[in-house]
Each structure stands twice: as C-alpha cells, then as structure tokens.
T-cell receptor
Framework: GQQVMQIPQYQHVQEGEDFTTYCNSS?????IQWYKQRPGGHPVFLIQ?????EVKKQKRLTFQFGEAKKNSSLHITATQTTDVGTYFC????????FGKGTRLHILP | DTGVSQDPRHKITKRGQNVTFRCDPI?????LYWYRQTLGQGPEFLTY????????KSRLLSDRFSAERPKGSFSTLEIQRTEQGDSAMYLC???????????FGEGSRLTVL
C-alpha cells in the first residue's frame, strides 16, 4: 500500500540556522501537501505542490516536488522560534497519507 | 465558527465500552477524512468519504471500528469494545475537492482505562 516516509524524525537547530526535512513516497503522487502542527494543536495546511519539479516559496520556506513526483522537501532559511513544531508531508495518490513528521526544536 | 468541529473533545472510558465521535465538516466540503494520531506520530489514515460514500477503510483497522456519513454532511466514528491501544487523538478533516487542502478539527482525545 501507499507509504510516505519522512526524515529526519527530529531536528534541533540554533535559532538562525537553516532546516530541511525530506519526504519520500512509495508510489507516484498526484500532489503533495505540507502541514505544520504546533504542540497541542492540529495540523494546519501550508502548501500544495502538483507539478513535477515544482518549487514554491513562502517567505523563508521553500518547498520542492521531485521530478518523478515521489519525493519532496521543505527548507526553512534562518529559523525563528515561531518555526517550532512538527512538519508533515502528506502524499495524495487517491487518499491522503501523512508521513510521521519532523519535529523541529529551536535552541535560543 | 465555520471550521471543522468535533465532539466530544475528550472522552475517558473503561475498556470494553463503546464510544462514538462526531465530526461536522465545513459546509459543502465533499471529502471527509478520519485519522488517528498518537504522541510523536503522524496522523494515521483510518477512512474517508466522498459525500455519503465511504471510499476506503484502512486495512489496519479492526472490525470494531465503523464510520458513517449518512447524509453527506456530518460523520460519526464508532469504536466498539474499546481496548487500551485505542487511546489516541481522533482527528477529522474535510476538503472541498478531492485534491484540496485538508481542514482539521481540534480532535477528540480518547483515553481507555
């Protein structure tokens, strides 16, 4: 069945450093979505990528969708304390399947 | 509030009891998903609906779990004969289209004693 794998599981960075999380699917995806979940909260949609090789930016966040539409990445430049949380990729084949997430800790 | 609402927010029950959760999606959202999330894990797919039709149920889900969306609006998730391993946050999400973003509710936290 469809599986979405995400690495790393945890990432500790100093405030101001960059952060990247990677996502891989066992199947070709029609699109990939990224969500952020703050501690104690529910997942909140960040962005959706649809096209092969697509790159989208949201301020300090850069999202990429692989050429084969099976992998994706999220890169945060110059992390801030407000970036703390868990970042999930979610791959859509038919249903939407989430990765296990990458928990980002910011060290002041 | 026009977001996704879930009820109850918290449920504590004894092993062997039945529990039912309700989800009211955003109006006119056709897709409705149920996920289960435990501490430190991602949302685990349980089942999803397109209007009133249940399109898929996770193979990992035992027969004790059942979900309905009778009129294509609200949905219920019932767990029969609860076990301690059922303790988790049960999340409901809806989307306007089959490929659209998911809007999550606050979740229903289940504790089985």
């Amino acid at each position: 069945g469809q599986q979405v794998m995400q690495i790393p599981q945890y990432q500790h960075v100093q405030e101001g450093e960059d952060f990247t999380t990677y996502c891989n699917s066992s199947t070709t995806l029609s699109n990939i979505q990224w969500y952020k979940q703050r501690p104690g909260g529910h997942p909140v949609f960040l962005i959706q990528l649809v096209k092969s090789g697509e790159v989208k930016k949201q301020k300090r966040l850069t999202f990429q969708f692989g050429e084969a539409k099976k992998n994706s990445s999220l890169h945060i430049t110059a992390t801030q304390t407000t970036d703390v949380g868990t970042y999930f990729c979610a791959g859509k084949d038919d249903k939407i399947i989430f990765g296990k997430g990458t928990r980002l800790h910011i060290l002041p | 509030d026009t977001g996704v609402s879930q009820d109850p927010r918290h449920k504590i029950t004894k092993r062997g009891q039945n529990v039912t959760f309700r989800c009211d999606p955003i109006s006119e959202h056709n897709r409705l998903y149920w996920y289960r999330q435990t501490l430190g894990q991602g949302p685990e797919f349980l089942t999803y609906f397109q209007n009133e039709a249940q399109l898929e149920k996770s193979r990992l889900l035992s027969d004790r779990f059942s979900a309905e969306r009778p009129k294509g609006s609200f949905s219920t998730l019932e767990i029969q004969r609860t076990e301690q391993g059922d303790s988790a946050m049960y999340l409901c999400a809806s989307s306007k289209t089959s490929s659209g973003e998911l809007f999550f509710g606050e979740g229903s936290r289940l504790t089985v004693l």
